[in-house]
């Protein structure tokens, strides 16, 4: 059986036909071929997978395609179309929040969806937030500072 | 390009960005797992669930026979091809010692299924068909 779907990444529409049991981020990775989303455990523990639904950070690995149908996905491609890096990005980079850059996407993601409801957050604060987002180049770190750099340039 | 990094002027000292670091801040840098090439098969891994035993036989027939699935391994299949896998380095001239090579290795028994899955994920269904007792 074959679901239609449209779901808009990145601002740009998909319509396709998927299986009822497709994650979203296999519908991210493999149909639409956008592997900037990773996939990092499987058990939704990691965190790797996160991306934006509607404007949410939410884990795709715990997400069917065919809930996301009639909705806007963000992944991490749609961040700096023109290649100007978004300040979080920035601050990642600057700060060196990431080694092998593997859970990057995820935490820029849950940076987002943190700032978004805290633009001042303490360190506990970053760290509690970003507790379902595994690193394990061990750089939490310089990820907590990377999120303080991006918060005092006042990213979003 | 904004996400170019000039040379520093000094080295010892100074902040400086790393030059990979963009492509993996964008999504566009290429893991092995975002490789997809034309005909491009998946290999499925069974270990032993004991860390010290004699694995007496492997059964790839229910694996084999699955749709989809291109050969099953084990190592029967390695006798006279590959050497033993060395499971450890020991320092020469030092006092160290290895115990009995874990089972796993002696018996070169790590049995593999490949599948021509498109994804991953969908040749799950082939590893539990091998039978390891």
């Excluded at chain 1, 996160?50 to 963000?74: F, I, M, R």
């Excluded at chain 1, 978004?116 to 987002?133: F, K, T, V």
């Excluded at chain 2, 699935?69 to 896998?85: H, K, S």
């Excluded at chain 2, 020991?90 to 290895?98: A, C, Q, R």
């Amino acid at each position: 059986m074959q679901l239609p779907v449209s779901i808009t990444v990145n601002g740009r529409r998909y319509d396709r036909e998927v299986e009822p049991r497709l994650l979203l981020v296999h519908f991210l990775r493999d149909t639409l071929a956008l592997t900037g989303t990773k996939i990092g455990c499987d058990t939704s523990q990691c965190g790797a997978c996160t991306v934006l639904l509607d404007g949410v950070a939410v884990k795709s690995c715990t997400c069917l395609a065919a809930q996301a149908d009639g909705s806007a996905v963000t992944t991490i491609e749609g961040l700096a179309p023109d290649g100007q890096l978004n300040p979080i990005q920035e601050a990642f980079w600057a700060k060196h929040g990431l080694q092998c850059g593997f859970c990057t996407p995820g935490m820029i993601f849950a940076t987002h969806a943190l700032l978004e409801a805290n633009s001042n957050p303490s360190a506990e604060q970053i760290r509690h937030a970003l507790e379902g987002n595994m690193c394990r180049c061990t750089g939490y770190q310089n990820i907590v500072r990377s999120v303080q750099a991006a918060a005092a340039a006042g990213a979003r | 390009m904004a996400t170019t990094v000039a040379a520093p002027a000094r080295v010892f000292g100074s902040g400086i960005k790393r030059r990979e670091d963009p492509r993996l801040l964008t999504g566009t840098a290429r893991y092995t797992a975002d490789i997809t090439l034309p005909g491009q098969l998946y290999a499925a891994i069974l270990r032993s669930p004991h860390g010290h035993a004699r694995i007496r036989k492997i059964d790839t027939a229910a694996a084999k026979a699955a749709p989809g699935v291109m050969a099953a391994f084990t190592g029967a299949d390695t006798e006279g091809v590959l050497q033993t896998i060395p499971c450890a380095w020991l320092v020469p001239n030092s006092d160290l010692k290895i115990g009995s090579v874990p089972a796993a290795c002696e018996e070169r028994c790590s049995g593999m299924s490949v599948t021509p899955s498109r994804s991953s994920w969908r040749n799950r269904p082939s590893r539990p068909l091998m039978q390891l007792t």
